[in-house]
Protein backbone atom coordinates (compact mmCIF):
# COMPACT_ATOMS: atom_id res chain seq x y z
CA UNK A 1 0.00 0.00 0.00
CA UNK A 2 1.16 3.54 -0.76
CA UNK A 3 0.85 6.68 0.83
CA UNK A 4 -0.79 8.33 -1.70
CA UNK A 5 -3.52 5.44 -2.26
CA UNK A 6 -4.59 5.40 1.51
CA UNK A 7 -4.81 8.99 1.32
CA UNK A 8 -6.95 8.96 -2.22
CA UNK A 9 -9.09 6.10 0.22
CA UNK A 10 -9.29 7.86 2.96
CA UNK A 11 -10.53 11.07 0.96
CA UNK A 12 -13.57 8.47 -1.01
CA UNK A 13 -14.03 6.88 2.80
CA UNK A 14 -14.87 10.73 3.82
CA UNK A 15 -17.06 11.89 0.93
CA UNK A 16 -18.61 8.49 1.11
CA UNK A 17 -18.71 9.71 -3.33
CA UNK A 18 -15.95 9.26 -6.01
CA UNK A 19 -17.16 12.59 -8.11
CA UNK A 20 -16.79 14.52 -4.93
CA UNK A 21 -13.78 12.94 -3.64
CA UNK A 22 -11.55 13.54 -7.20
CA UNK A 23 -12.78 17.22 -6.88
CA UNK A 24 -11.48 17.37 -3.47
CA UNK A 25 -8.28 15.87 -4.87
CA UNK A 26 -8.17 17.58 -8.12
CA UNK A 27 -7.82 14.27 -10.04
CA UNK A 28 -9.98 12.70 -12.86
CA UNK A 29 -12.78 10.37 -11.38
CA UNK A 30 -11.63 7.13 -13.70
CA UNK A 31 -8.13 7.22 -12.31
CA UNK A 32 -9.09 7.45 -8.85
CA UNK A 33 -11.52 4.69 -9.15
CA UNK A 34 -8.63 2.38 -10.90
CA UNK A 35 -6.43 2.99 -7.64
CA UNK A 36 -9.64 1.92 -5.46
CA UNK A 37 -9.91 -1.33 -7.50
CA UNK A 38 -6.35 -1.89 -7.15
CA UNK A 39 -6.26 -1.27 -3.48
CA UNK A 40 -8.98 -3.65 -3.04
CA UNK A 41 -7.16 -6.48 -5.63
CA UNK A 42 -3.80 -6.28 -3.53
CA UNK A 43 -5.62 -6.70 0.12
CA UNK A 44 -8.14 -9.06 -1.35
CA UNK A 45 -10.78 -7.58 0.28
CA UNK A 46 -13.96 -5.25 -0.57
CA UNK A 47 -14.16 -1.74 0.68
CA UNK A 48 -17.07 -0.28 -0.64
CA UNK A 49 -20.56 -1.14 -1.65
CA UNK A 50 -21.26 0.93 -4.87
CA UNK A 51 -24.51 2.49 -5.32
CA UNK A 52 -25.73 4.74 -7.84
CA UNK A 53 -25.01 8.42 -5.90
CA UNK A 54 -23.29 7.26 -2.79
CA UNK A 55 -21.17 4.24 -1.95
CA UNK A 56 -20.64 3.12 1.19
CA UNK A 57 -17.85 0.96 3.40
CA UNK A 58 -17.52 -2.61 3.90
CA UNK A 59 -17.12 -3.45 7.48
CA UNK A 60 -12.85 -4.33 6.06
CA UNK A 61 -13.45 -0.76 4.78
CA UNK A 62 -14.26 1.13 8.07
CA UNK A 63 -11.38 -0.89 9.19
CA UNK A 64 -9.10 0.03 6.51
CA UNK A 65 -10.47 3.91 7.31
CA UNK A 66 -9.33 3.72 10.81
CA UNK A 67 -5.79 2.15 10.41
CA UNK A 68 -4.54 4.61 7.62
CA UNK A 69 -5.71 7.63 9.88
CA UNK A 70 -3.03 6.44 12.12
CA UNK A 71 -0.65 5.71 8.99
CA UNK A 72 -1.18 8.51 7.52
CA UNK A 73 -0.18 10.56 10.64
CA UNK A 74 2.32 8.92 11.51
CA UNK A 75 4.23 9.27 8.40
CA UNK A 76 3.20 12.65 8.74
CA UNK A 77 4.88 13.15 12.36
CA UNK A 78 7.94 11.02 11.63
CA UNK A 79 8.67 13.36 7.96
CA UNK A 80 8.30 16.62 10.17
CA UNK A 81 10.85 14.84 13.01
CA UNK A 82 13.20 14.21 10.31
CA UNK A 83 12.93 17.39 9.09
CA UNK A 84 13.66 19.17 12.38
CA UNK A 85 16.70 16.33 12.92
CA UNK A 86 18.24 17.91 9.56
CA UNK A 87 17.52 21.32 10.91
CA UNK A 88 18.64 21.02 14.08
CA UNK A 89 16.05 22.64 15.78
CA UNK A 90 13.54 21.77 18.29
CA UNK A 91 10.14 22.21 17.00
CA UNK A 92 7.23 20.76 16.07
CA UNK A 93 4.30 18.72 17.50
CA UNK A 94 5.11 16.61 20.51
CA UNK A 95 2.49 13.55 20.76
CA UNK A 96 1.92 13.10 24.66
CA UNK A 97 -0.92 10.47 26.07
CA UNK A 98 -2.04 11.20 29.38
CA UNK A 99 -5.20 9.49 31.76
CA UNK A 100 -7.43 11.96 32.83
CA UNK A 101 -5.89 12.35 36.42
CA UNK A 102 -2.35 12.04 34.96
CA UNK A 103 -3.08 15.23 33.04
CA UNK A 104 -4.38 17.21 35.77
CA UNK A 105 -2.11 16.09 38.55
CA UNK A 106 1.44 16.86 36.07
CA UNK A 107 1.03 18.65 33.25
CA UNK A 108 -0.25 22.07 34.92
CA UNK A 109 3.78 22.07 36.80
CA UNK A 110 5.40 21.20 33.23
CA UNK A 111 3.93 22.75 30.14
CA UNK A 112 4.15 26.47 31.21
CA UNK A 113 7.49 26.56 32.15
CA UNK A 114 8.63 24.26 29.35
CA UNK A 115 7.08 26.58 27.16
CA UNK A 116 9.66 29.13 27.77
CA UNK A 117 12.47 27.31 27.00
CA UNK A 118 10.98 25.64 23.87
CA UNK A 119 8.63 27.88 22.31
CA UNK A 120 8.38 26.77 18.86
CA UNK A 121 7.01 23.18 20.49
CA UNK A 122 2.99 22.49 19.61
CA UNK A 123 1.35 19.62 21.56
CA UNK A 124 -1.03 16.82 20.16
CA UNK A 125 -2.81 15.69 23.80
CA UNK A 126 -4.79 12.08 23.71
CA UNK A 127 -6.25 11.18 26.70
CA UNK A 128 -7.00 7.94 27.69
CA UNK A 129 -7.10 5.19 30.54
CA UNK A 130 -3.47 3.84 30.83
CA UNK A 131 -3.75 0.42 28.78
CA UNK A 132 -4.77 2.78 25.73
CA UNK A 133 -1.46 5.34 26.69
CA UNK A 134 1.32 2.15 26.38
CA UNK A 135 -0.95 0.75 23.29
CA UNK A 136 -0.17 3.78 21.58
CA UNK A 137 3.35 3.99 22.25
CA UNK A 138 3.87 0.72 21.21
CA UNK A 139 2.24 1.41 17.60
CA UNK A 140 4.12 4.55 17.53
CA UNK A 141 1.45 7.07 17.46
CA UNK A 142 2.19 8.09 20.80
CA UNK A 143 5.73 9.79 21.88
CA UNK A 144 5.17 10.21 25.55
CA UNK A 145 2.86 8.53 27.91
CA UNK A 146 2.02 9.68 31.74
CA UNK A 147 0.33 7.25 33.10
CA UNK A 148 -0.54 5.35 36.88
CA UNK A 149 1.28 2.10 38.46
CA UNK A 150 0.88 -0.74 37.65
CA UNK A 151 2.45 -1.02 34.57
CA UNK A 152 5.01 -3.38 32.39
CA UNK A 153 8.58 -2.11 32.73
CA UNK A 154 9.79 -4.66 30.32
CA UNK A 155 7.98 -2.49 27.40
CA UNK A 156 9.37 0.83 28.35
CA UNK A 157 11.42 3.45 29.39
CA UNK A 158 10.17 4.67 32.52
CA UNK A 159 10.53 7.98 35.05
CA UNK A 160 8.85 8.15 38.33
CA UNK A 161 6.85 11.24 38.95
CA UNK A 162 4.86 11.56 41.87
CA UNK A 163 3.24 9.40 44.89
CA UNK A 164 -0.69 10.26 44.97
CA UNK A 165 -3.24 8.77 47.41
CA UNK A 166 -6.82 7.65 46.59
CA UNK A 167 -9.67 9.65 48.15
CA UNK A 168 -13.53 8.84 47.97
CA UNK A 169 -16.03 11.59 46.60
CA UNK A 170 -19.08 12.01 47.38
CA UNK A 171 -22.12 14.80 47.05
CA UNK A 172 -22.51 17.74 49.47
CA UNK A 173 -26.34 16.24 50.39
CA UNK A 174 -24.11 12.92 51.17
CA UNK A 175 -23.88 11.51 55.32
CA UNK A 176 -20.17 11.24 54.66
CA UNK A 177 -19.66 14.87 53.57
CA UNK A 178 -18.75 16.89 56.84
CA UNK A 179 -15.64 14.28 57.41
CA UNK A 180 -12.30 14.60 56.30
CA UNK A 181 -11.42 11.04 56.70
CA UNK A 182 -13.11 7.81 56.16
CA UNK A 183 -12.29 4.23 56.27
CA UNK A 184 -12.74 1.22 53.60
CA UNK A 185 -14.63 -0.79 55.97
CA UNK A 186 -17.08 2.32 56.02
CA UNK A 187 -17.11 2.83 52.32
CA UNK A 188 -18.11 -0.80 51.58
CA UNK A 189 -21.25 -0.21 53.06
CA UNK A 190 -22.44 2.53 50.32
CA UNK A 191 -22.58 2.08 46.18
CA UNK A 192 -19.29 2.41 45.01
CA UNK A 193 -17.97 3.41 41.42
CA UNK A 194 -13.97 2.28 40.63
CA UNK A 195 -12.11 2.03 37.85
CA UNK A 196 -12.48 -0.58 35.08
CA UNK A 197 -9.02 -0.58 33.77
CA UNK A 198 -8.31 -4.71 35.60
CA UNK A 199 -5.23 -3.86 37.33
CA UNK A 200 -6.57 -0.99 39.21
CA UNK A 201 -9.97 -2.79 39.90
CA UNK A 202 -8.08 -5.89 40.83
CA UNK A 203 -6.06 -3.33 43.52
CA UNK A 204 -9.13 -1.57 44.83
CA UNK A 205 -11.45 -4.91 45.42
CA UNK A 206 -8.25 -6.47 47.00
CA UNK A 207 -8.81 -3.34 49.71
CA UNK A 208 -12.02 -3.96 50.37
CA UNK A 209 -12.15 -7.93 50.39
CA UNK A 210 -9.50 -6.97 53.57
CA UNK A 211 -11.56 -4.47 55.45
CA UNK A 212 -14.79 -5.99 55.30
CA UNK A 213 -17.08 -9.31 54.37
CA UNK A 214 -18.89 -7.86 51.95
CA UNK A 215 -18.71 -4.59 49.58
CA UNK A 216 -21.23 -3.14 46.34
CA UNK A 217 -19.31 -2.38 43.05
CA UNK A 218 -22.13 0.02 41.72
CA UNK A 219 -20.31 0.73 38.33
CA UNK A 220 -16.89 0.54 36.48
CA UNK A 221 -15.83 3.81 35.12
CA UNK A 222 -13.08 4.26 32.53
CA UNK A 223 -13.07 8.47 32.42
CA UNK A 224 -14.54 10.10 35.60
CA UNK A 225 -15.84 12.95 33.73
CA UNK A 226 -18.75 10.44 32.78
CA UNK A 227 -20.07 9.52 36.58
CA UNK A 228 -19.11 12.88 38.64
CA UNK A 229 -22.66 13.92 37.71
CA UNK A 230 -24.11 10.89 39.09
CA UNK A 231 -22.19 11.14 42.58
CA UNK A 232 -23.20 14.71 42.58
CA UNK A 233 -26.71 13.87 42.52
CA UNK A 234 -25.52 11.65 45.63
CA UNK A 235 -26.07 7.79 43.40
CA UNK A 236 -23.05 6.77 44.98
CA UNK A 237 -19.07 7.40 45.98
CA UNK A 238 -16.52 6.88 43.56
CA UNK A 239 -12.70 5.74 44.40
CA UNK A 240 -10.09 7.73 42.43
CA UNK A 241 -6.63 9.52 42.75
CA UNK A 242 -6.81 12.19 44.63
CA UNK A 243 -5.83 14.91 41.59
CA UNK A 244 -9.43 14.29 40.75
CA UNK A 245 -9.85 17.47 42.81
CA UNK A 246 -8.03 19.36 40.37
CA UNK A 247 -10.93 19.83 38.19
CA UNK A 248 -14.10 19.15 39.83
CA UNK A 249 -16.48 21.43 41.43
CA UNK A 250 -16.15 21.33 45.11
CA UNK A 251 -19.44 23.25 45.69
CA UNK A 252 -20.98 20.01 44.71
CA UNK A 253 -18.78 17.32 46.22
CA UNK A 254 -17.11 16.42 49.00
CA UNK A 255 -13.30 15.06 48.94
CA UNK A 256 -12.83 12.23 51.82
CA UNK A 257 -9.53 10.51 52.36
CA UNK A 258 -9.56 6.91 52.71
CA UNK A 259 -7.94 5.25 55.93
CA UNK A 260 -7.13 2.51 57.57
CA UNK A 261 -4.95 1.83 55.58
CA UNK A 262 -3.93 4.59 53.46
CA UNK A 263 -4.11 3.21 49.82
CA UNK A 264 -1.42 5.65 47.00
CA UNK A 265 -0.97 5.08 43.89
CA UNK A 266 2.29 5.80 41.28
CA UNK A 267 2.64 8.11 38.34
CA UNK A 268 4.94 7.54 35.75
CA UNK A 269 6.53 8.90 32.46
CA UNK A 270 6.69 6.60 29.66
CA UNK A 271 8.19 6.09 26.04
CA UNK A 272 8.96 2.50 23.96
CA UNK A 273 11.86 1.01 24.83
CA UNK A 274 15.15 1.16 22.86
CA UNK A 275 12.74 3.65 20.72
CA UNK A 276 14.44 7.16 18.90
CA UNK A 277 12.59 9.98 20.09
CA UNK A 278 12.85 13.29 18.11
CA UNK A 279 14.26 16.27 19.30
CA UNK A 280 11.28 17.76 20.67
CA UNK A 281 10.35 14.35 22.83
CA UNK A 282 13.91 14.10 24.01
CA UNK A 283 14.07 17.69 25.29
CA UNK A 284 10.43 17.17 27.03
CA UNK A 285 11.64 13.78 28.57
CA UNK A 286 14.76 15.15 29.72
CA UNK A 287 13.38 18.73 31.64
CA UNK A 288 10.65 16.00 33.61
CA UNK A 289 13.00 13.75 34.29
CA UNK A 290 15.09 17.16 35.99
CA UNK A 291 11.86 18.61 37.19
CA UNK A 292 10.87 15.38 39.10
CA UNK A 293 14.18 13.81 40.49
CA UNK A 294 12.54 11.95 42.75
CA UNK A 295 13.65 8.70 44.23
CA UNK A 296 11.27 6.03 42.32
CA UNK A 297 9.34 3.54 44.94
CA UNK A 298 10.23 0.48 45.91
CA UNK A 299 9.07 -2.79 43.91
CA UNK A 300 7.24 -4.46 47.05
CA UNK A 301 5.35 -0.83 47.42
CA UNK A 302 4.41 0.00 43.75
Known amino acids: ?12 ASELNITKAARKLNISQPPLSRQLSLLEEELGVQLFVRGKRRIQLTEEGKYLAQQAEHILNLAEHTAQQLEEMKQQTVKGTLLLGV ?6 SVLPAILPDFKTFYPQISYDIW ?3 SNDVCRRIKEGITDIGIIRAPLDEQNF ?25 VSLERLSREPLFIPSRQPLQSEILNWFSSASESYQIFALYNQLAGIIPLIAQ ?14 TDDRRLAYLKITE ?7 Y ?6 RLLSAGAKAFWNYVKLS ?3 TAPSSENR
Not at 99 to 104: G, I, L, P, R, Y
Not at 269 to 274: A, E, L, V
Open 234 to 247: NTGVAICPESVKLY
Open 1 to 12: MELKTLKYFLTV
Open 292 to 294: FDT
Open 261 to 267: PEPTSHL
Open 99 to 104: TETCSA
Open 127 to 129: CGN
Open 269 to 274: MICGRN
Open 157 to 181: ETVFLKTETWIAIVSRQHPLAGQTG
